[in-house]
């Protein structure tokens, strides 16, 4: 592990070494025992990571054809969406899926629906949650020692993607699927050890695995409210803001009211010798979760000056940034459940730099790194403060009581 860092990838990395090692032991087992058909009792945890069977065998000729489910599994592997889920990626070396997968466990496929498939890959986003069993035992040092654990939650999985091929039995494969993941909690294969954590510097070990995305899935929805809804009032808060900052008779004095639209950094305290003027476009989410969102700060425009004189030209100006950071959402129902609320917990707030656009920026010059630096400060911090001031920081709001539009829906 590394002291002051995120230690995701090591986590990772760590999660992922056991689930090839249960494999392999996996593995081997079934190069020692297996028939060729489905497992006895005794035998089917031990092979639940290398082979599935979901069916009943013909009696006379067997054949893994009578099964409605077969498959044999190559290496699994967990990759971290954010601190709540995973994409749990299974890589299906052979197998087959019969089409009737409504039909009963108990009776024997008919091969007629049975649809063979090899080499592919099938993906479902699993919530997990981290537990510990704390302790004391002088033999691992003194004081409380914890050992962390991450608890996959295999019956809340959902499949995401499967192999092109398989597109056409998808729903069939959902099915089978679930009564695998089943197994495989049987089979305890749903707890895995985190990073040991027994030196004696008592330093906690830090592991973020939200900050450490790099990728973000569809997720069309947090707390059952739509992301395009949730955009939409986003834009209408920015709307109103430009209004107020566009006004007949000048900008609105209420800089916090205006803040969606367009921002100063004279117009906060601080000893930087470094300035700048930003006009805004209408903020927006990406949902990593349901309980996590990366928030796009737009940047229509964005002069830097090295003094408070905004009067003369600046000294560099850039377009079309977008200032990306982590941020957990908290779901509110008030007034006996007619008022629904989601707000940032801004406190929560963590930069993405692999989610930020910043074109026209040049790496190797130092005068840019130092602009870039102090205006991703602010956005980090003295904005987050200015955007809670005026209520910004709710994403949406909803009462059932508002009235009707003519066309049936609510103001």
């Known amino acids: 592990m590394c002291f002051g860092e995120n230690n995701a990838p ?7 070494a056991q ?12 190069s020692r025992h297996t028939t060729g058909l489905q497992p006895d009792a005794n035998y089917k945890y031990c092979f639940s990571l ?3 069977y979901y069916g009943k065998h013909r009696r006379g000729q067997a054949s893994k054809a009578d099964m409605l489910f077969y498959a044999s599994f190559d290496k699994p592997k967990l990759d971290f969406i954010c601190n709540h889920d995973a994409v749990f990626r299974l890589y299906l070396k052979e197998g087959h899926y019969n089409t009737e997968f409504t039909k009963s466990a108990n009776n024997p496929a008919n091969v007629e629906y049975n649809r063979a498939f090899a080499k592919v890959e099938v993906a479902l986003r699993v919530p997990f949650t981290v537990t510990g069993i704390r302790g004391q035992d002088l033999k691992l040092g003194e004081g409380d020692n914890v050992i962390n654990l991450l608890v996959l939650e295999f019956e809340k999985a959902r499949l995401v993607s499967v192999s092109r091929e398989l597109e056409a039995g998808r729903e069939a ?5 679930g009564h695998y993941l089943k197994l495989l909690k049987s089979a305890g294969h749903h707890v895995l050890f985190s990073l040991p954590d027994f030196d004696d510097d008592r330093r906690r070990v830090t592991i973020d695995f939200s900050a450490n995305g790099q990728a973000l899935l569809d997720v069309d929805e947090i707390y059952g409210i739509s992301v395009e809804k949730i955009n939409t009032y986003l834009s209408s808060s920015w709307l109103k803001a430009a209004m107020l900052a566009s006004g007949r008779n000048g900008p609105s004095a209420d800089r916090a009211a205006i803040s969606l639209s367009e921002y100063r950094s004279t117009w906060v305290l601080g000893d930087s010798n470094v300035h700048f003027s930003v006009k805004l476009g209408a903020p927006r989410i990406r949902a990593l979760c349901e309980q996590e969102v990366v928030l796009y700060f737009v940047i229509d425009e964005v002069l830097f000056y090295d003094s408070a004189d905004f009067s003369g030209a600046p000294k560099q100006k850039f377009n079309n940034w977008e200032i990306a950071v982590l941020v957990n959402v908290v779901h509110q129902k008030e007034e006996e459940g007619n ?12 930069f993405m730099r692999q989610f930020c656009e910043f074109p026209g920026f040049d790496q190797a010059n130092e005068e840019s790194i130092r602009y870039v630096t102090r205006l991703v400060d602010f956005f980090t911090s003295d904005y987050l ?5 005026a209520q910004y920081h709710t994403i949406y709001h909803y009462d059932v009581r508002w009235p009707k539009l003519s066309g049936g829906e609510r103001l």
């Open 173 to 177: 494969l959902a099915f089978y699927l």
């Open 50 to 52: 290398s082979e599935y």
């Open 385 to 389: 403060d200015v955007l809670e001031s």
């Open 339 to 350: 008022v629904t609320r989601c707000k940032l917990d801004l406190n929560t707030v963590r």
């Open 10 to 16: 090591q986590a990772a990395h760590y999660l992922n």
């Open 19 to 30: 689930l090839i090692a249960l494999w392999e032991n996996s593995q081997g087992c079934v």
